[in-house]
């Protein structure tokens, strides 16, 4: 009876698990379309280099096989590919994906491959990938400890897993100024942007309700990696994890 009575977060609210991945899902289908123009407004720009810098970390070799889990869009799968990568590109929404594939066409970018997953659960079998990608999407995932687990299984021996998310910035004064941005200006570019400012809330919330930087890498840890570590960019704002199967 007990996981009757589980719940999780969506933001600031406790939901049952089904509900979290049901209402994730629906936020990301409404945001598709103009996500990456979100992406721009939010961070001015910035988002794009951490992404590069992400790209950087996990040194992505010709002919390696990748798993960017979350991947939706393209960003992180596209700087790979272009390295020589191998690269699955996996999403639980459907809605995402068909972005990614469009702009994919559009750029005239091929050798990706494109996969309906789910983070906890994944298809694929174990042993399969050189490296695990996941940017800004593991702080969606309804049971994080159950997708790093699936991570883990995945890759290869001596495979290694890099995560790009969000986490709460230390540096004085600055976490302040960005608190009253990030919740009081961030929604109503939303709406603004893209008419839908209660996704846009609970992407902020969702921020705010993921673990510090050293609880986040211990579960990496728990999960079966080694040589785990993190990284801060900009006072950890945003922070690259990273770990290794042995």
Same mark, same amino acid.
């Given at each position: 009876?007990?996981?009757m ?8 609210e406790?939901?049952?698990p089904e509900e ?9 289908s ?21 992404k590069?810098?992400?790209?950087r ?18 960003d992180?799968? $596209? ?6 990568a191998?690269?699955?590109? /996996?999403d639980?929404n ?11 066409? %559009?750029r +005239?970018?091929?050798?990706?491959s494109? #996969? %309906? ?10 042993? #399969?990938?050189?490296?695990y ?27 290694? $897993?890099?995560?790009?998310? $969000? ?7 600055? /976490?302040d100024?960005?608190? $009253? ?5 961030v929604?109503k ?7 839908? +400012?209660? /996704? ?9 309700k ?14 079966g990696?080694?040589?785990?570590r ?10 690259i ?6």
């Amino acid at each position: 009876m007990r996981g009757m009575s589980e719940t999780v977060s969506f933001g600031y609210e406790d939901v049952s698990p089904e509900e979290k991945t049901q209402r994730v899902g629906a936020v990301f289908s409404n945001v598709a379309r103009r996500y990456d123009v979100m992406n721009d407004a939010m961070s001015g720009g910035m988002h794009r280099l951490w992404k590069d810098r992400f790209v950087r970390r996990v040194k992505p070799k010709p002919g390696e096989m990748i798993l960017d889990m979350a991947g939706g869009t393209g960003d992180i799968a $596209f700087r790979m590919q272009a390295l020589g990568a191998l690269v699955t590109v /996996s999403d639980i929404n459907p809605d995402m994906l068909g972005v990614g594939m469009e702009r994919a066409a %559009e750029r +005239e970018i091929g050798g990706l491959s494109w #996969s %309906e997953q789910n983070a906890e659960t994944l298809t694929f079998d174990s042993n #399969s990938f050189d490296a695990y990608t996941i940017a800004f999407g593991i702080r969606n995932v309804t049971r994080i400890d159950k997708a790093l687990a699936e991570a883990h299984r995945v890759l290869k021996r001596g495979g290694r $897993f890099y995560c790009l998310e $969000f986490s709460t910035t230390t540096w004085p004064g600055f /976490s302040d100024v960005y608190d $009253f941005y990030s919740h009081k200006l961030v929604p109503k570019l939303g709406k603004m942007i893209a008419d839908d +400012e209660d /996704s846009y809330r609970y992407l902020i919330e969702s921020i705010r309700k993921f673990p510090t930087m050293p609880a986040f890498e211990a579960m990496i840890g728990e999960a079966g990696f080694v040589q785990t570590r993190h990284e801060p960019i900009l006072g950890g704002l945003v922070a690259i994890h990273s770990g290794w199967k042995i």
